[in-house]
């Protein structure tokens, strides 16, 4: 078992003692931490004690192991909540959107034998059981089918569907007594936004379904690509796709400003056309969810479980498009700047300020 390499635990009893782990780990953390600052002369207090670096380290280790819920609201806390929380919490948690541990083989191959029965490995030329990414809900798996198309197959960690609620509700609550979470800050909106959203990924059907429906609404627009789910092999925790080669989309930063600008404007162009068009939007603003290819130029849409259907705003008042796409360009234009700052890319490629 390597360092990255952790069983997804997946009964109550279980989940609830690794939150009880988290907390003894952090009381620990108060104790060293005070004992060191007496040493020091200071007259620590409590909340300082609490909401120290090394403390939300070891929320984001244990919430990643742990993977599900769990781990998804400390995502959720670090985009939605980071003008509120400290900015070294905010930092810390923003790490949980790539540091996923991933199951081990036994438990994927279980996993697969529960879904696809004991044989499954008769649909692949071949299966790789290291996964390329590895998220809250599931990780993804690269594989070959015997007609030779080239798949990912998305497998959803046992026992995340059935622990959604609980382990939002025990996370919020250790990290309110922890003092993680700043005193007056009401996080009860994004609880109850993380369980429906929560509910609605581990849907996988639900996902391919969106899926679709991506692929029939861009299939005329050359820029974005969007991958096909493999009808025969769908279950509701197993989800293969077309296998779309290409890179991060932070590799933007060092193609040629007109690459830039034509996908940036390719993706506003989407997001306006989400609102006024589709009435449908995905909304989870994970930049894993973006890839580019850059032998095509194309963009890759991924993840379409946080997809949700909205009402098409009526352009009822002269002016009305142009006042809402102005308004709307500066949230997305703030949210990527912000975004841009997380993952910022080398001293030598700057990004202007949206201000």
């Given amino acids: 078992m390597n360092d990255r390499t952790r069983p997804v635990p997946q009964g109550r009893l279980s989940r609830l003692t690794g939150l009880g782990k988290l907390a003894g780990g952090i009381a620990a953390g108060v104790v060293g931490e005070g004992l060191e600052r007496l040493a020091r002369g200071e007259r620590p207090h409590l909340s300082d004690l609490l909401l120290t670096p090394s403390n939300a380290r070891r929320v984001t280790n244990q919430l990643s192991q742990m993977r599900g819920a769990a781990m998804k609201l400390g995502q959720m806390l670090s985009l939605d909540a980071g003008d509120l929380l400290p900015a070294e919490l905010t930092v810390i948690l923003s790490q949980l959107r790539d540091s996923a541990h991933m199951m081990p083989s036994s438990q994927l191959q279980q996993t697969l034998n529960s879904a696809w029965g004991a044989d499954w490995r008769r649909h692949f030329a071949d299966f790789d059981v290291i996964p390329i990414a590895a998220a809250s809900i599931g990780q993804v798996h690269r594989g070959v089918l015997t007609s030779g198309r080239e798949v990912a197959v998305k497998v959803q960690y046992p026992g995340v569907s059935a622990s959604i609620d609980a382990d939002i509700d025990n996370v919020a609550s250790l990290m309110r007594m922890s003092g993680l979470l700043p005193r007056g800050l009401d996080v009860e909106p994004l609880l109850a936004e993380a369980k429906r959203q929560l509910h609605d990924e581990a849907d996988y059907r639900r996902e391919a379904e969106q899926m679709r429906r991506y692929r029939d609404l861009l299939a005329a627009d ?100 142009e006042r809402n796409a102005v308004s709307l360009a500066s949230t997305y234009l703030r949210y990527v700047w912000g975004a841009w700052q997380r993952h910022r890319p080398p001293s030598s490629c700057k990004m202007p300020s949206p201000h």
């Avoid at 080669?245 to 193609?255: N, P, Q």
């Avoid at 963009?299 to 997809?307: H, M």
């Fill in 222 to 321: 050359n820029r974005f690509i969007v991958p096909q789910p493999i009808e025969a092999l769908l279950r509701p925790t197993i989800l293969p796709m077309d296998f779309m080669a290409s890179v991060t989309i932070e590799k933007l930063a060092d193609v040629p400003a007109i690459e830039r600008k034509s996908a940036t404007e390719a993706l506003l162009d989407l997001l306006l056309k989400e609102l006024f068009d589709f009435g449908l939007m995905q909304t989870d603003p994970n930049f894993a969810n973006y890839r580019w290819q850059p032998d095509t130029g194309r963009i890759v849409l991924l993840d379409f479980g946080a997809t949700r259907y909205i009402q098409p705003r009526p352009l009822s008042t002269p002016g009305m498009l």
